[in-house]
């Protein structure tokens, strides 16, 4: 069941997040030229809403580099991380697919290849490895440090003789959650377009290449390796600085 809720969280993460990008980039949407701030807001309202459904039953992960962070300080079994890193990919490429189709009248509308391509996938503003690879490190290790806080603080609110600890766990959280992706975008995603997820890129580039887009151009598999390994340092980062700074005491 856990990895079957990873697989409808990540695949809901990519049909929101990855739909919201298709309407601002792909010709003739009514969401058309909206702009950096609707993609930002889509995808952070894309990951509240996957850990609002699959929360309770598999942590909402949906993120090999969570999934890798968590299970690096001893958050999680590393028993279950193939499952889960397995389910997240197949999850965003199903969602991939599924924005492929909600969108199926617009690509032959369009003639960017790269528009289409940023539909899928990231891809940096200017090619720089080294700076797209730290870039993409310093995103996600902020990521899994906000994950972590929200996470400690979710026990540790009250307001008087009021507990709001099961409010803040089970009805807040997924939201600033959501709140915390769309800070990073906001902050950081200028650079790379903020990846910080391994399965959200790799899945969709695999759907764009197999997919048969009219005008798709190269799926750009010699950048394709930075938002897969550079998360998964950050993940990793991120949350050993949690544990090492005695946060999570």
Request: aromatic content about 10%.
């Amino acid at each position: 069941m856990v990895y079957l809720a990873e697989f409808v969280g990540t695949a809901i993460l990519i049909l929101l997040g990855g739909g919201v990008v298709a309407g601002v980039v792909l010709a003739k949407s009514k969401s058309e030229n909206a702009g950096w701030i609707v993609v930002t807001f889509g995808w952070g309202m894309a990951v509240a809403m996957a850990v609002y459904v699959t929360g309770t039953t598999s942590g909402a992960h949906i993120n090999p580099a969570v999934t890798i962070g968590l299970a690096s300080i001893g958050d999680f079994e590393w028993s279950l991380v193939p499952g889960y890193i397995a389910s997240q990919i197949a999850g965003a490429f199903t969602g991939a697919v599924l924005v492929y189709l909600a969108y199926f009248a617009h690509w032959k509308h369009t003639d960017d290849p790269d528009a289409k391509l940023a539909v899928f996938s990231t891809a940096p503003a200017v090619r720089h490895p080294v700076a797209n690879f730290i870039t993409e490190v310093i995103g996600t290790a902020m990521l899994l440090l906000g994950i972590l806080g929200i996470g400690a603080n979710s026990g540790h609110i009250s307001q008087g003789e009021v507990d709001l600890a099961g409010l803040f766990s089970t009805g807040i959280a997924p939201l600033l959650v959501g709140l915390l992706v769309l800070a990073i975008g906001l902050s950081l995603g200028g650079p790379t377009g903020y990846a910080i997820n391994p399965a959200r890129d790799l899945g969709p580039r695999i759907a764009h290449a197999l997919l048969p887009i009219p005008g798709k151009g190269s799926s750009d598999w010699g950048y394709a390796w930075i938002p897969v390994v550079a998360p998964i340092v950050g993940g990793v980062l991120g949350a050993w600085i949690w544990r090492l700074a005695g946060f999570a005491a």
